[in-house]
């Protein structure tokens, strides 16, 4: 996975108008409510429509893809080598290492034989500078909105907010029977656009017991795929790896938390 997110398509939606904002292009909805406050129908698939341009399902296919359990193979690691970064141990299953890669601030990427490679980003890198931090999608407006709709503590509880963040698609804001709840949609929308970047197929929960969490990607693609992994504190961890679903589920068997 490259190092730095490229291209991201940045969504605002704000309240009341539906004004949406891309590449220094915009196109205003009007989000007409009944009395009861109710979003009538056909404004709801406006908004769908277009958010559905900004993010066509053949260039996005994982932003259009619910979570998806996933049962991890468990592995008993051995003849493999151990790491530990940033808060995580784990073992990988290859011995030979060919580069190890630092950049501080992001993250240290590990290079093996045969194009095989983890990389693991500093303190949520992925996450929290490109969805919450000074270079978010994520704004105080987008998080009253989703407040509003799914509650006020939503968002400090990181591995509930990924999991509607990831369970979330485009093409729920046209059913959406309120303002409140399609605008919500909509805002997650622009939040799992960039935590999908670059990533390739389904969307995928685990959980085994001490860690828990999201594959984003298949790996029979040819896109690495990325992992946002959770303690028993709901602590996150980012990592990327590109290999096959059994050496994945090597590294996600051997996780333990420093």
Do not use: C
Request: net charge neutral.
């Amino acid at each position: 996975m490259k190092w730095f997110i490229l291209g991201i398509l940045t969504l605002m939606v704000v309240l009341g108008t539906g004004f949406l904002v891309m590449g220094g292009h915009s196109t205003t909805v009007t989000n007409k409510v009944n009395s009861q406050g109710a979003l009538i129908p056909t404004r709801a698939t406006a908004l769908e429509e277009q958010i559905l341009k900004l993010y066509p399902e053949s260039e996005n296919p994982s932003l259009f893809s619910q979570s998806t359990p996933r049962d991890v193979k468990r592995v008993i690691p051995a003849n493999g080598s151990e790491y530990s970064l940033y808060g995580l141990h784990f073992s990988v299953p290859w011995t030979d290492l060919l580069k190890k890669n630092e950049k501080p601030g992001v993250g240290t990427q590990l290079f093996f034989p045969q194009q095989k490679f983890v990389t693991v980003y500093e303190d949520g890198y992925l996450s929290e500078r490109f969805v919450t931090g000074s270079d978010g999608v994520f704004s105080a407006k987008d998080r009253q909105q989703v407040s509003d709709y799914f509650g006020t503590n939503i968002t400090s509880d990181k591995y509930m907010f990924y999991r509607i963040v990831l369970d979330n698609t485009p093409d729920r804001i046209g059913s959406s029977t309120t303002q409140t709840e399609a605008l919500a949609r909509a805002a997650l929308t622009s939040v799992k656009a960039v935590i999908t970047t670059g990533t390739r197929g389904k969307v995928y929960s685990f959980n085994l017991g001490n860690v828990k969490g999201f594959q984003l990607g298949d790996t029979s693609s040819e896109k690495p795929i990325v992992l946002y992994v959770f303690d028993q504190a709901n602590s996150l961890f980012n990592l990327s790896i590109a290999g096959t679903q059994d050496e994945v589920d090597y590294i996600l068997s051997s996780l333990s938390f420093l």
